[in-house]
């Protein structure tokens, strides 16, 4: 699932695949290159995703975690940092660096054009946050075919 399941590209999120409430992991692809992996719903139990008729119901665990990484913002969130310092600075032009200097560019709007151009996902709903967190760690130590991801491996 978190290597042959369906994959679903980061230029079309958010994506009505992925439920708005779940605990689960994930794992980022660029191309066929295992690029990273993660987790959402560290702590929660099954039934902190249940639906509850007296409320709206608001995006909580996988699909918010998702909704991060597409945004492209560095703030609060390792896995965009990770790509702004792997992919983005080591290839930004002098005219960049001096755009970025005078506040005329920034590194989110970069960020998140990469993650968008480059990257796709796959997930795999977990029942509660122990067996996110569980099978997040196999994935980054490196169980899936493709080995450990490239980011952050175990």
């Known amino acids: ?35 990273y992996a993660g987790m959402s719903g560290r702590g929660a139990q099954a039934e902190d995703f249940v639906a509850r008729t007296d409320k709206t119901q608001k995006a909580l665990g996988l699909w918010t975690r998702l909704n991060s990484h597409a945004s492209g913002r560095r703030s609060g969130d390792q896995f965009n940092v990770y790509i702004c310092d792997r992919f983005i600075v080591p290839d930004l032009t002098p005219e960049q660096q001096s755009d970025i200097g005078g506040g005329r560019l920034l590194l989110d709007q ?11 996902y796959r997930f795999q709903i977990c029942r509660d946050g122990s067996e ?17 991801p490239y980011l952050n491996p175990l």
């Open 132 to 148: 996110a967190l569980s099978v997040e760690r196999a994935a980054r130590a490196g169980i899936l075919p493709a080995g450990r």
């Open 1 to 35: 699932m978190l290597q042959d399941g369906p994959l679903f590209k980061f230029s079309e999120w958010p994506s009505d695949q992925v439920p708005r409430q779940a605990a689960g992991v994930y794992t980022i692809w660029r191309e066929d290159d295992f690029v």
């Open 110 to 120: 970069l960020t998140k054009s990469y993650i968008r151009k480059h990257l796709s």
